[in-house]
């Protein structure tokens, strides 16, 4: 069983920057491939951003490439997204999500994938 547990979401201007921490517990951390994933109010959940086991391959949602970086620490059991030159549409709840499968060497774009998910932190880009 994992945790996990974000932090970091608030109120940002556009053009601003925030930067999400999702937090695991467990001692397996460094074999699970992980993603951040977004909803926004009406819209259904969006894949954002995945780094895989061992940090070797990353994708982005076309939308956040050259804006948002995905990065982990296997030593503190944390996966960063840095997010960078913010936009109004960017608000949504920001979810964490751990992927304990094989297919962990991949970074997964796919909710299904995932097996575990943190409660979420709120985004909030202002114009």
């Known amino acids: 069983q994992v945790q996990l547990v974000e932090s970091g979401g608030g109120l940002a201007q556009a053009g601003g920057s925030l930067r999400l921490s999702c937090a695991a517990s467990?001692?397996?951390?460094?074999?699970?491939?992980m993603g951040w994933f977004r909803q926004a109010p009406g819209k259904e959940r969006e894949f954002v951003a995945a780094?895989?086991?061992?940090?070797?391959?990353?994708n982005y949602v076309a939308s956040v490439k050259g804006r948002f970086t995905i990065s982990r620490d296997d030593a503190k059991n944390t996966v960063n997204l840095q997010m960078n030159s913010l936009k109004p549409e960017d608000t949504a709840v920001y979810y964490c999500?751990?992927?304990?499968?094989?297919?962990?060497?991949?970074?997964?774009?796919?909710?299904?994938?995932?097996?575990?998910w943190g409660q979420g932190t709120q985004v909030t880009v202002s114009s």
């Open positions: 999500a751990a992927d304990a499968s094989y297919r962990a060497f991949t970074a997964s774009m796919l909710a299904a994938d995932y097996e575990y």
């Open positions: 467990g001692r397996s951390f460094s074999i699970y491939a």
């Open positions: 780094i895989s086991r061992r940090g070797g391959k990353t």
